[in-house]
């Protein structure tokens, strides 16, 4: 099973060497080895979808993660979850601070979401963790946060502010209800999830290619109606569903032994579900607002 972000849609958990860490190497049929599959659902072995759950020939159970201090744990995640998002934060207040709304700012923004997306997916296709290519990351995201906000704040008075508020409710929510086991993340679910993801995805292209040449002058599925703000909450809800894949692959890396510097991966693609929720809220909120 994988998760949204191609920092962990590409990359599943294994052993070398008696350490538990990334593996890269695709399965039968060239998936990627994920680490949420759950066999429990299907009646099969529980053990034989996730790499890191190697079951432990004498007494029929996963072994335990060594006992050394270079393991990811909560804390790690955390902490490097914590550092990257500031980072995002500082680079849009000081966008916002300096960069008034003008054409030129919006270049500036449009210049910085495009190198912030280079970066992510320089990291994405790299077999470590890069922190100064991941705070870097963070901070060209930030820059382009910030524009788009006041931007919008501009417009709709205090529409970053809700959103933000927003983004915090949806990804407390999702935790709450996935640590309370009322979401199990099984292989149908992911399986489901990501076929809808990826239709939403391709839908959004083609009506991206509609605007750009003009047939949908209004925005087409993307316009600040009604219709808008249905394709909005279905994005949100779709960003909700990958903080489950991700929250279900930090586990897993916990619970097995993951090396410490994964902590950064998890950070990194945490961020970019949060900034993902961000901007769909932010549009949502406008909708509501009513003032256009």
């Known amino acids: 099973m994988r998760s949204s972000n191609p920092v962990f849609s590409r990359r599943g958990f294994s052993r070398d060497n008696g350490h538990a860490g990334f593996n890269t190497a695709p399965q039968a049929g060239g998936a990627a080895v ?56 500082v680079g849009a207040v000081l966008a916002w601070a300096l960069l008034p709304v003008s054409p030129t700012s919006y270049g500036l923004a449009i210049g910085a979401a495009l190198i912030a997306f280079v970066l ?111 394709v909005g909450i279905l994005a949100i809800l779709l960003g909700a569903f990958f903080l489950t894949l991700d929250f279900k692959q930090i586990e897993d890396g916990i619970a097995y032994g993951a090396p410490r510097e994964e902590s950064w991966l998890a950070a990194f693609g945490l961020t970019m579900t949060l900034v993902w929720i961000y901007i769909e809220m932010l549009r949502l909120v406008a909708i509501f607002s009513g003032d256009d």
């Open 120 to 230: 992510a997916m320089v990291q994405a296709f790299k077999r470590k963790a890069s922190p100064a290519l991941i705070l870097t990351y963070a901070a060209f995201e930030g820059v382009f946060l910030g524009v788009l906000s006041e931007m919008f704040n501009s417009r709709w008075s205090g529409a970053p502010f809700q959103a933000v508020l927003g983004t915090m409710a949806v990804s407390g929510a999702t935790l709450l209800v996935y640590r309370a086991g009322w979401i199990r993340v099984t292989a149908r679910y992911a399986r489901i999830g990501m076929t809808i993801a990826i239709a939403f995805i391709l839908v959004m292209a083609v009506n991206l290619l509609l605007v750009v040449f003009g047939l949908a002058p209004d925005g087409g599925l993307r316009s600040m109606g009604p219709l808008g703000a249905i």
């Open 34 to 89: 994920g680490t949420q599959g759950t066999p429990y659902a299907q009646g099969g072995n529980p053990y034989a979808t996730n790499p890191y759950a190697q079951q432990d020939s004498q007494h029929g159970a996963p072994p335990q993660a060594p006992a050394t201090t270079d393991r990811m744990t909560m804390d790690d995640v955390v902490m490097r979850s914590a550092l990257t998002l500031g980072t995002v934060v």
